[in-house]
């Protein structure tokens, strides 16, 4: 009898980016349907709403879990759309440090609401105690990796 070659790291890896995938992709089209940007720029604009400051590109490519410079190129996109402002960092002259513009504002609002009202139709119900154990397990692997805790 030959050996399942589908050890359970080899399980958890593929369903974790299978399960990734399909939220980003339906993540991707509600936001874009809705709020006329892609899943990523809508990110990087949460991130900076959720972290008001002196908030560099890297941590904002830090918090997302994203390169400097794919952040780069949406902070770019969003300062061409007049949503985000990039400026000197009054702690060094080597860092800009990024924020929302009041557009910028109303559009997290905007995608914030849009996901609230599809949360149940993107992620589809899961028993209580499911979501506990993936959540308990999935933010364990997280700091095991060298990811940030997450928040509780």
């Not at 593929?14 to 874009?32: M, P, T």
């Not at 139709?121 to 028993?127: E, G, R, T």
Request: proline content about 5%; charged content about 20%; aromatic content about 4%.
């Amino acid at each position: 009898m030959a050996e399942n070659p589908w050890d359970e790291r080899a399980q958890l890896w593929f369903l974790v980016r299978q399960v990734a995938s399909r939220i980003d992709r339906a993540g991707q089209a509600l936001v874009r349907g809705e709020v006329g940007i892609s899943l990523a720029q809508f990110l990087v604009l949460s991130v900076v709403d959720a972290y008001p400051g002196d908030l560099n590109q890297q941590a904002v490519a830090d918090r997302l879990g994203l390169t400097k410079g794919t952040v780069s190129r949406q902070i770019d996109l969003a300062v061409a759309a007049g949503l985000m402002t990039v400026e000197p960092s009054a702690h060094s002259r080597r860092e800009n440090c990024v924020a929302l513009t009041d557009a910028g504002a109303a559009l997290v609002l905007k995608g914030d609401a849009a996901l609230a009202d599809a949360r149940s139709s993107l992620l589809p119900d899961v028993a209580p105690a499911d979501l506990a154990a993936t959540l308990r397990a999935l933010g364990s692997l997280n700091t095991t990796l060298g990811g940030p805790p997450v928040p509780s």
